[in-house]
Every structure is written in structure tokens, then in C-alpha cells.
């Protein structure tokens, strides 16, 4: 079963059995639960290969890396909330530059990933991303890049 419906199932029973608790106040806390457990899947300061300074959330900010030969993949910036407002939505400005390979990937849930930038040389995006309730994701995964990224999600 997964963390997140044990979590739910948890909070239901603790609810049932807490006087003055009822279906809002606990749906608010599994909100906050599955937010924050949505932040785990954020690469730590000390195991991203560059630098990230975090906008006015963990979906936003900016991101500027060198690589030397990197072959493997970086969260620098997502996170996973249960709702959205609507038509929430960022904008990703992104540069690569380099030799390898360098793509910049949504994961929001579907199958597959959304490739906003893909390059073995130089390429750019500059995208509007509207982001759906759920996890939403942005990944760099190298394969034997040397180079400079630069990611702007604001």
C-alpha cells in the first residue's frame, strides 16, 4: 500500500476518534502531509551540482550548474500538492550549453515526461507550464555532459 493511503487511513481513524475533528480539518492535515512529502523528491543542497536559490516556493527559482563529464539526473525545483488554483501556472526559462546530452524534463504525472529542452550543443526554452494537482516535477538528465545550464522557473 502506499505511504500516502496509509497516511490517509491514519488520519481518518485518529478523526473518527478525536472529538471536534471532522472531515476538513483532517483532509487539510493530509494535504500538508503529502506536500511535504512531495519535497523529498527535491535533489538535497549537497548533491546538486550547482546552485539553487528557491523563489516564494519549492516549484519556483533559479538554478545554475556547471557540469564536467555528468552522466545522472537532478530535481533541483517541483514538489506535489493535492490542489491547485486555477490555472496556476510557471514559467521556465531555460539554457544549455555544452557538449553530451542535457534535457530538461517535466514529470507531472503522465507516462512519460514532457522534454522542454534537448540538446547535444546548445538549446533554449522559454515555456508557460500550467501545473495540474499531483506531483510536477523539473529534472536535468545528463548523459556524459560537459557544460552550463541555466534555469530560470518563476
Keep these: 500500500m502506499r505511504i500516502t493511503a496509509v497516511i490517509f487511513i491514519i488520519l481518518l481513524l485518529a478523526g473518527a476518534l478525536l472529538p471536534g475533528c471532522g472531515k476538513d480539518e483532517i483532509l487539510a ?3 500538508d502531509l503529502v506536500s511535504a512529502a512531495g519535497n523529498l523528491g527535491l535533489d538535497s543542497e549537497w548533491t546538486l551540482q550547482g546552485e539553487r536559490t528557491f523563489g516564494e516556493d519549492k516549484y519556483t527559482g533559479t538554478y545554475t550548474a556547471q557540469y564536467e563529464d555528468f552522466t545522472g539526473q537532478e530535481c533541483p525545483f517541483g514538489g ?3 490542489e491547485r488554483r486555477e ?10 550549453q555544452g557538449t553530451g546530452t542535457a534535457r530538461l524534463e517535466w514529470n507531472c504525472g503522465y507516462d512519460t515526461a514532457v522534454v522542454l529542452a534537448d540538446t547535444a550543443g546548445e538549446d533554449t526554452c522559454d515555456e508557460v507550464i500550467y501545473l495540474a494537482p499531483g506531483s510536477n516535477y523539473f529534472n536535468l538528465v545528463c548523459e556524459g555532459f560537459t557544460g552550463s545550464v541555466e534555469l530560470t522557473i518563476e
Excluded at 87 to 96: D, G
Design 87 to 96: 490555472n496556476e501556472h510557471v514559467r521556465v526559462t531555460c539554457s544549455v
Design 29 to 31: 492535515v493530509y494535504g
Design 80 to 82: 506535489t500538492a493535492l
